[in-house]
């Protein structure tokens, strides 16, 4: 038997290999089908009528029912992961997502992203790495682009810490950058569709809704959950390193979190067709295995779109709590020792934006 051995496997990337204006062109291109979309359902109870029914899809001028947006979102993600945050403690935030294509099932995503940033923690230990991230479909077409920045662990912990460069974000997505199909027709849109009354014009700047339901998520679930959308970052599923960790636990996606709000929001927002752009988000606080859910989303801005009476956007902040109804809690904030801090419970505070219907006549 040969003593000769080969390590011929692929680590992932650790902060210090990670360098400003780096290119990477993530493996695995991924072909999205019926299966992924019936159960990603199961696995979030997502009710939005535009994903779920063709006919509804069809009467807006879409060629079928598109994907669910977030599926959309957590696939193409999902293939930054082995090069991004394979090696990750935590993934931050997200700013300046567009959501530019409808993807429809039989396309195929490919991603690629570009390191805009890099920051080492005074710990030495692990950095910041912010990357700007662009998915394209089988014909070349930007579906997706996003900024995320994440905290990768030093692998050298001699290695010296690179030039801190943090990019300058906006802060939000403006509404003459969002990507509005122009096939899009609502002027005919059928609330009966949806169950959901209030269309665009009913909604006030500053006014909250308490979302009622409550969603408790198991650890076969998340971890179904992250496996389907092919991310393979240890934390979410090595028990054996994480009892080794902090949170002595594997961590929940973050992403996932955010399709379980958006599927639990649903009641009071029932006729926001389509997610245009997520502007900011933050995971404030992690989740594990049998936390339960809740939600609720305040009204930030309303916009009317260039040359469009049949559709508008609304601007929402969508706030995640786990074991602690919406109701119950007042603010995302507490003061602890003349600090102010987010809630223990609150878990996701995300800035994003909607598509709606509008009144006609």
């Known amino acids: 038997m040969s003593n000769l051995s080969a390590n011929k496997v692929n680590t992932g990337n650790y902060f210090e290999d990670f360098h400003v204006g780096q290119v990477i062109a993530h493996a695995t291109p991924r072909t999205v089908g019926e299966g992924e979309v019936a159960l990603y359902i199961a696995l979030t109870g997502a009710r939005q009528v535009l994903h779920s029914a063709e006919s509804v899809a069809q009467s807006l001028g879409y060629r079928s029912r598109p994907v669910d947006d977030m599926l959309a979102f957590h696939l193409a993600f999902g293939k930054t992961v082995p090069d991004i945050s394979v090696n990750a403690i935590a993934n931050l935030g997200y700013a300046e997502v567009r959501f530019m294509h409808p993807v429809y099932i039989g396309d195929t995503l490919s991603t690629r992203?570009?390191?805009?940033?890099?920051?080492?923690?005074?710990?030495?230990?692990?950095?910041?790495?912010?990357?700007?991230?662009?998915?394209?479909?089988?014909?070349?077409?930007?579906?997706?682009?996003?900024?995320?920045?994440?905290?990768?662990?030093?692998?050298?912990?001699?290695?010296?810490?690179?030039?801190?460069?943090?990019?300058?974000?906006?802060?939000?997505?403006?509404?003459?950058?969002?990507?509005?199909p122009g096939f899009l027709d609502a002027r005919h849109f059928d609330t009966v569709t949806t169950g959901g009354t209030y269309l665009w014009e009913d909604y006030q700047v500053g006014e909250r809704i308490n979302h009622p339901a409550g969603m408790t998520i198991s650890d076969t679930d998340h971890t179904l959950a992250t496996k389907l959308y092919q991310n393979n970052a240890r934390l979410h599923f090595d028990d054996v390193m994480m009892k080794a960790s902090p949170h002595g636990r594997r961590l929940m996606y973050g992403g996932h979190v955010i399709s379980i709000c958006r599927a639990l929001s649903h009641d009071g927002l029932e006729n926001a067709l389509s997610i245009a752009a997520i502007n900011a988000g933050n995971h404030c606080n992690p989740c594990f295995g049998d936390d339960t859910i809740y939600t609720w989303t305040e009204v930030v801005e309303k916009w009317t779109l260039a040359d469009r009476t049949d559709i508008a956007a609304l601007r929402l902040r969508m706030v995640g709590i786990k074991n602690q109804s919406a109701e119950s809690l007042t603010s995302t904030h507490v003061e602890t020792a003349g600090k102010t801090a987010y809630h223990p419970n609150v878990v996701l505070d995300l800035d994003y934006t909607v598509l709606m219907p509008r009144k006609q006549g």
Do not use: C, D
């Open 113 to 180: 992203s570009t390191v805009i940033g890099l920051k080492q923690n005074s710990n030495g230990k692990s950095g910041v790495v912010y990357v700007r991230s662009v998915s394209e479909n089988q014909l070349f077409q930007p579906v997706l682009s996003w900024v995320r920045w994440v905290m990768v662990h030093k692998n050298n912990l001699e290695a010296i810490a690179p030039e801190t460069l943090v990019p300058e974000l906006s802060s939000h997505v403006t509404a003459n950058e969002l990507a509005v």
